[in-house]
């Protein structure tokens, strides 16, 4: 069983819901960056999905592309986020961590030298936006033996011919986009949300949970209410960058940054 399966076991054993904070890696910095993840796992989070910046992040609203542009004025390349990843397993050996970004970089350093390096830092999971499973044939035959999971993003216009390759393959979980567009917007009909989950559970027996749209204790609970847990990306990105502009990087100011995580977590299990 992966890392990330024995999370969300875990979890719903414990009878609560997984809460997967995503940050941009390298934004503001790389150290930073390693301070935040820490400060994620003591707010609750369960699993952080670590943004790879990119250029053009096309799936991503302005709050991720900034954070993404932000990272790669740092340099922030695939070679320095598995270098976040190791010195983020110096102290923490059990959170599960999944790198999301796009195809071009992975294809650029090479699908075997991607999945040793990832592996060998430390990932336990690879979410490739613009990849199709209908194409990750490649990509799934070397992840396998090293117990990393893929995960595929399910859309509202997602086809039944894609869906039924995406619940074969995958494995970790399932993220569901809950609305049509770009991360940042608002959720609009959680009713159609939570039929849609209903029918993902009907296909399979991984974990779902819902990504894009969350950003406060109201959308947090009434998600997790319908699903196996939620991602919450633009409303922590957003605080982030308050790093950048006021300067201060302490412990203090980054606890401040992340403290929507633990306000979630609370609202969760309340």
Same mark, same amino acid.
């Given at each position: 069983?992966? !890392? ?22 390298? *934004? ?12 994620? %796992? ?9 943004? @790879? =910046? ?6 991503? +609203?302005?709050?991720? &592309?900034?954070?993404?542009? /932000? ?9 320095? @986020?598995? *270098?976040?990843? #190791?010195?983020? /397993?110096?102290?923490? $050996? ?11 970089? %992975? ?9 040793? &390096? ?7 999971? %690879? ?16 992840? /396998? ?8 993003? @399910?859309? =509202? ?43 993902? #559970?009907? /296909? ?16 947090? #609970? ?22 950048? $502009?006021? +300067?201060? !990087? $302490? ?17 969760? *299990?309340?």
């Amino acid at each position: 069983m992966s !890392r990330i399966s024995t999370r969300i076991s875990q979890k719903k054993a414990d009878g609560k819901k997984v809460l997967i904070p995503y940050l941009v890696a390298g *934004d503001p910095d790389a150290v930073t960056t390693v301070a935040l993840m820490h400060q994620l %796992v003591a707010d609750g989070a369960d699993v952080i999905e670590l943004g @790879v =910046p990119f250029s053009d992040p096309s799936s991503d +609203g302005p709050v991720i &592309q900034l954070g993404a542009e /932000r990272a790669l004025r740092q340099g922030t390349g695939l070679k320095a @986020v598995f *270098d976040i990843v #190791r010195r983020f /397993r110096e102290q923490d $050996d059990t959170t599960p961590i999944v790198l999301m970004g796009y195809l071009n970089p %992975v294809e650029i350093l090479g699908y075997q030298a991607f999945v040793e &390096q990832a592996s060998q830092a430390g990932v336990d999971g %690879v979410l490739i936006v613009d990849l199709p499973v209908s194409e990750a044939s490649a990509l799934l035959e070397l992840t /396998r033996p090293r117990d990393m999971d893929i995960i595929f993003l @399910v859309a =509202p216009t997602t086809t039944e011919r894609r869906l039924q390759g995406i619940c074969e393959h995958s494995s970790g979980y399932l993220y569901y986009v809950s609305l049509k567009g770009v991360t940042g917007a608002a959720i609009s009909d959680s009713g159609e949300i939570a039929e849609r989950v209903q029918t993902l #559970r009907s /296909r399979t027996e991984l974990p779902v949970v819902v990504g894009f749209g969350i950003k406060d204790d109201n959308s947090a #609970r009434a998600m997790a209410s319908i699903s196996d847990g939620v991602i919450v990306g633009s409303a922590l990105v957003e605080r982030i960058a308050a790093l950048t $502009d006021s +300067g201060a !990087r $302490d412990q203090a100011s980054i606890a401040e940054a992340t403290a929507i995580i633990a306000q979630l977590r609370q609202a969760m *299990d309340a």
